[in-house]
């Protein structure tokens, strides 16, 4: 998914330049993009912020957002799972989120060549993926985080490990490009999309009922975990529990409430099996909560039409999803 947005209509480059400079109000001096003022940074969302604002151009401000990743990193090659104003706020450490820094510098990378920032990023990629392998089960799957007191979480989440699979396979490209041999990670990348695409029973020990979420239909599919005909069939099966006409994705299938990040992100998964069609359906419904506010709507709750969460709150998120999914339909 390299950045070619010159390729949208006029009216969605000004879209996508209004949520980068959204993202960019709400960045501290630090580099760290928290979800909106005075609220927690938390490390996946900052990639994903990060990630966002290289396809829209802003290539300074992004590489600011990873040279605080590599500034936060633990000795470990973790993060922790919130911090306000670069202070830790909850001391567990997610195994996604250690992975997905090579994810966010590999797209870094293909947005604007540079070698040398590549290469001064490298170990807290390494020390990332690595940390998050740490975890990696012998059956596969990849534990979802160590407490404060350092024990693992007992038991794996399907859309965590299917990003960190992704992650991985980003991280292997990083290392070929940089002429390093991590041989070893092709490896756990096998055992990991094995467990992924062979084996859900080991992502059912988390207690709760993961697969009402929407992320948990398109996540395989946004992280290739999952392609093809397979891909499509999934989407067919289960469109009409997770998506509502003219309004988008819903958060969770028992729940009348969308979100324009699931949506978007929904795009994207759309736009990687070649249904077009779909993915700029779902833009379209998307865009008629333009306004001229900052930000972007979060979410609607139906029937009553009403923004969610009440409060109308924008999140930098929701706008980095949205500059994705965009980026993605551009390039189709």
Same mark, same amino acid.
Not at 120 to 139: C, H, N, R
Not at 152 to 169: D, F, Y
Not at 193 to 202: D, F, S, V, Y
């Given at each position: $998914?390299?950045?070619?947005?010159?390729?949208?209509?006029?009216?969605?480059q000004?879209?996508?330049?209004?949520?980068?400079?959204?993202i960019?109000?709400?960045?501290?001096?630090?580099?760290?993009?928290?979800?909106?003022?005075?609220?927690?940074?938390?490390?996946?969302?900052?990639?994903?912020?990060?990630?966002?604002?290289?396809?829209?151009?802003?290539?300074?401000?992004a590489?600011?957002?990873y040279?605080?990743?590599?500034?936060?990193?633990?000795?470990?090659?973790?993060?922790y799972?919130?911090? %306000?104003?670069?202070?830790?706020?909850?001391?567990?450490?997610?195994?996604?989120?250690?992975?997905?820094?090579?994810?966010?510098?590999?797209?870094?990378?293909?947005?604007?060549?540079?070698?040398?920032?590549?290469?001064?990023?490298?170990?807290?990629?390494?020390?990332?993926?690595?940390?998050? %392998?740490?975890?990696?089960?012998?059956?596969?799957?990849?534990?979802?985080a %160590?407490?404060?007191?350092?024990?693992?979480?007992?038991?794996?989440?399907?859309?965590?490990?299917?990003?960190?699979?992704?992650?991985?396979?980003?991280?292997i490209?990083?290392?070929?490009?940089?002429?390093?041999?991590?041989?070893?990670?092709?490896?756990?990348s096998?055992?990991?999309?094995?467990?992924?695409?062979?084996?859900?029973? %080991?992502?059912?020990?988390?207690?709760?009922?993961?697969?009402?979420?929407? $992320?948990?239909?398109?996540?395989?599919?946004?992280?290739?975990?999952?392609?093809?005909?397979?891909?499509?069939?999934?989407?067919?099966?289960?469109?009409?529990?997770?998506?509502?006409?003219?309004?988008?994705?819903?958060?969770?299938?028992?729940?009348?409430?969308?979100?324009?990040?699931?949506?978007?992100?929904?795009?994207?998964?759309?736009c990687?099996?070649?249904?077009?069609?779909?993915?700029?359906?779902?833009?379209?419904?998307?865009?008629?909560?333009?306004?001229?506010?900052s930000?972007?709507?979060?979410?609607?709750?139906?029937?009553?039409?009403?923004?969610?969460?009440?409060?109308?709150?924008?999140?930098?998120?929701?706008?980095?999803?949205?500059?994705?999914?965009?980026?993605?339909?551009?390039?189709?």
């Amino acid at each position: $998914m390299e950045p070619r947005l010159k390729e949208a209509p006029e009216n969605l480059q000004q879209l996508v330049s209004s949520q980068a400079d959204y993202i960019i109000d709400n960045q501290l001096p630090s580099g760290a993009i928290p979800w909106y003022q005075g609220s927690i940074t938390d490390p996946w969302d900052h990639v994903e912020g990060a990630i966002a604002l290289a396809l829209a151009g802003r290539f300074k401000e992004a590489a600011a957002a990873y040279t605080w990743s590599r500034n936060m990193q633990n000795p470990d090659g973790s993060w922790y799972s919130a911090y %306000l104003d670069d202070k830790p706020q909850e001391l567990v450490k997610d195994s996604n989120f250690a992975a997905y820094i090579a994810t966010g510098m590999w797209f870094h990378y293909l947005a604007t060549k540079d070698l040398g920032f590549l290469r001064e990023m490298w170990p807290t990629v390494e020390k990332g993926i690595d940390f998050a %392998l740490s975890l990696q089960q012998p059956t596969g799957e990849v534990s979802w985080a %160590l407490s404060e007191k350092g024990n693992a979480w007992p038991g794996a989440i399907l859309t965590s490990s299917c990003c960190i699979w992704h992650s991985i396979r980003n991280g292997i490209n990083i290392s070929k490009t940089l002429g390093v041999d991590r041989a070893d990670w092709d490896a756990a990348s096998e055992r990991l999309l094995k467990a992924t695409g062979q084996n859900p029973e %080991l992502f059912d020990r988390m207690g709760e009922n993961k697969r009402r979420y929407a $992320m948990n239909w398109f996540y395989p599919i946004l992280t290739g975990v999952i392609k093809g005909k397979e891909a499509q069939g999934r989407i067919e099966r289960e469109w009409s529990d997770f998506v509502i006409d003219n309004w988008g994705c819903r958060v969770a299938a028992d729940e009348d409430v969308t979100a324009v990040a699931e949506t978007s992100e929904l795009i994207v998964s759309l736009c990687l099996i070649g249904e077009h069609e779909k993915a700029r359906l779902l833009l379209d419904w998307t865009l008629r909560l333009w306004d001229n506010k900052s930000g972007f709507c979060r979410g609607i709750k139906l029937p009553e039409q009403e923004a969610c969460p009440s409060d109308n709150e924008r999140a930098t998120w929701t706008s980095a999803a949205l500059i994705m999914a965009i980026a993605a339909l551009a390039k189709a």
